[in-house]
Nanobody, 126 residues
Framework: QVQLVESGGGLVQAGGSLRLSCAAS????????VGWFRQAPGKEREFRAA????????NYANSVKGRFTISRDNAKNTVYLQMNSLSPEDTAVYYC???????????????????WGQGTQVTVSS
């Protein structure tokens, strides 16, 4: 019903910036919130940021506050994650996910997200 495609990943140097995009298609009207997660090799997926349908409510993991900004352009059905001051610790596959009820804005557990993209690789060199 909902398809998500991430793009914008790549290789950047420490201290650099990158903007990820998450394009949604299908029954996008059923999406209340969109979140970004990361997963490094051997680790579980970890919440990074989420944004409400209108863009008026955002939620960030503590480790990205002040560095990352989540935003959306509903005309393009796209959510963005602007990542600044990147460090090698940010290296991971980044996934976007869609939450149909909005509970993830307050408790961003993985089970609150019903749809997931395929991921985009972010690599930060030192």
């Amino acid at each position: 019903q909902v398809q998500l495609v991430e793009s914008g990943g790549g290789l950047v140097q420490a201290g650099g910036s990158l903007r990820l995009s998450c394009a949604a298609s299908g029954r996008t009207s059923s999406i209340f919130a969109v979140g970004w997660f990361r997963q490094a090799p051997g680790k579980e997926r970890e919440f990074r940021a989420a944004i409400s349908r209108s863009g008026g409510v955002t939620n960030y993991a503590n480790s990205v506050k002040g560095r990352f900004t989540i935003s959306r352009d509903n005309a393009k059905n796209t959510v963005y994650l602007q990542m600044n001051s990147l460090s090698p610790e940010d290296t991971a596959v980044y996934y976007c996910a869609a939450d149909p009820n909005g509970r993830s804005l307050y408790n961003p557990a993985q089970f609150e997200f019903s749809y997931w993209g395929q991921g985009t690789q972010v690599t930060v060199s030192s």
